[in-house]
């Protein structure tokens, strides 16, 4: 059976996070993984990123089936819930939202360049050689901590579920799938 280019797609997910483990700025590229699935779900009223686009989908597939490292255990109901899905979309945007404002402060100079990656928004993990100061502004530096803890946070949740369920657990309860379904049920209800 004959590969689509598309089916390689979790290549991508690899690179960005080893560029971005490299050199911090990478980190940057994590919005087209923002941008493109909205719009696809705005223009295009579909998932059709999330079902075929999605690197990271991909890599647990690759993880989880390929190379076996899934139980292939049945998702808990409670991840599919709307309660679940919504709430952790809520937790999701609150974060996102707070790694901007953190972002302004630097920017607005009420705050100085934290040069960390915080898994699990708690734990800190300092990665002095990713950044050398003044390469950027200092606000551009710190959006790209925060966005590369967030897309490595929410990578080692989605891990954590493959492992012990089914290789694409995660995006049962994947914000941009949530955003970009809801998105899709509004744009049917036209």
């Given at each position: 059976m004959k590969k689509h280019w598309y089916e390689y797609l979790w290549i991508w997910a690899i690179v960005y996070f080893t560029l971005g483990f490299f050199n911090i700025l990478f980190a940057w590229l994590g919005m087209i993984d923002f941008i493109v699935p909205l719009i696809f779900a705005v223009f295009g009223g579909t998932k059709g990123f999330c079902n075929h686009y999605c690197g990271r989908g991909q890599l647990y597939m690759?993880?989880?089936?390929?190379?076996?490292?899934?139980?292939?255990?049945?998702?808990?109901?409670?991840?599919?819930?709307?309660?679940?899905?919504?709430?952790?979309?809520?937790?999701?945007?609150?974060?996102?939202?707070?790694?901007?404002?953190?972002?302004?402060?630097?920017?607005?100079?009420?705050?100085?360049?934290?040069?960390?990656?915080?898994?699990?928004?708690?734990?800190?993990?300092?990665?002095?050689?990713?950044?050398?100061?003044?390469?950027?502004?200092?606000?551009?530096?710190?959006?790209?901590?925060?966005?590369?803890?967030?897309?490595?946070?929410?990578?080692?949740i989605g891990f954590?579920?493959?492992?012990?369920?089914?290789?694409?657990?995660?995006c049962t309860f994947c914000p941009m799938g949530t955003m970009t379904q809801r998105i899709c049920q509004l744009k049917k209800k036209k």
């Open positions: 690759k993880l989880g089936n390929d190379l076996k490292c899934s139980r292939n255990k049945p998702t808990p109901k409670w991840m599919y819930s709307k309660w679940f899905r919504y709430g952790f979309l809520v937790f999701f945007l609150t974060m996102f939202g707070n790694m901007v404002f953190q972002t302004y402060l630097v920017g607005a100079g009420a705050r100085s360049l934290r040069e960390a990656i915080k898994l699990f928004w708690t734990f800190r993990v300092p990665w002095g050689w990713t950044y050398t100061a003044g390469m950027v502004p200092d606000w551009i530096a710190q959006y790209s901590f925060g966005l590369y803890s967030l897309m490595l946070t929410s990578l080692l954590i579920v493959m492992v012990l369920f089914k290789p694409r657990t995660w």
